[in-house]
């Protein structure tokens, strides 16, 4: 029962262009949405969220929109950089229930 | 550092074996989480308990596998009788927030078990 879905397995992006990654999810119930990334060898690390009752969150490069009637977010990096390439998770909370997508590798070519 | 901790990093056991994988959560933090990630996939859910109390237990797979968290702060989780479908790396993550509120998941570089 995946419940939040990453349908690209691997984005590939000129450095200084943006970056899009997307994600949807079934559950009508989450409250929050959030992205992290994970480099080889380590855990994720959380790098944005959202509310279910906003539609945009900025936080400098990073920019989160949440569509909650196509229950699609996507997650904006601009200008991507090298260092950005990593697997970036999306995640859907419902209250302390938190579920994974299955990860979209991103790779930013100098 | 003030990060989470888990150990071994690595660990390789026959087929039969019982393993146990120890976290460190940050401290402070009331909820503490078990994730299996398996090779090419997200993080998946086992358990979750908030201080000593393990509120959900839907993600484990078997009875094979059994979590604790006796005074609230450090976990065990124990996998009996390992099978080859047990190998994946396991994640634990904890956050500051108890029933009711939310705060991010913070994430140990986890354990990467391998049943042979």
């Known amino acids: 029962d995946q419940q939040v879905k990453q349908n690209s397995p691997s984005l590939s992006v000129q450095e200084g262009r943006i970056s899009i990654l997307n994600c949807d999810y079934t559950?009508?119930?989450?409250?929050?949405f959030l992205w992290y990334k994970k480099y080889p060898a380590e855990g994720p690390t959380f790098l944005i969220s959202?509310?279910?009752?906003?539609d945009k969150n900025e936080d400098g490069r990073f920019t989160v929109f949440l569509n909650k009637s196509a229950k699609h977010l996507s997650l904006h990096i601009v200008p991507s950089q090298p260092g950005d390439s990593a697997v970036y998770f999306c995640?859907?909370?419902?209250?302390?229930?938190?579920?994974f997508g299955a990860g979209t590798r991103l790779t930013v070519k100098p | 550092g003030a990060g989470v901790s888990q150990s071994p990093r690595y660990k390789v056991a026959k087929r039969g074996q019982d393993v146990a994988l120890r976290c460190d959560p940050i401290?402070?933090?009331?909820?503490l989480f078990w994730y299996q990630q398996a090779l090419g996939q997200g993080p998946e859910f086992l358990t979750y308990?908030?201080?000593?109390?393990?509120?959900?237990k839907s993600g484990l797979p078997s009875d094979r596998f059994f979590a604790e968290r006796p005074e609230g702060s450090v976990s065990t989780l124990k996998i009996q009788r390992t099978q080859q479908e047990d190998s994946a790396v396991y994640l634990c993550?904890?956050?500051?927030?108890?029933?009711?509120?939310?705060?991010?998941?913070?994430f140990g570089n986890g354990t990467r078990l391998t049943v042979t």
């Open positions: 559950n009508s119930m989450f409250d929050y």
């Open positions: 308990f908030q201080n000593e109390a393990q509120l959900d």
């Open positions: 401290s402070g933090h009331v909820s």
């Open positions: 959202i509310s279910s009752i906003k």
């Open positions: 995640a859907a909370s419902d209250n302390n229930d938190m579920r």
């Open positions: 993550a904890s956050s500051l927030a108890g029933t009711g509120g939310w705060s991010p998941l913070h």
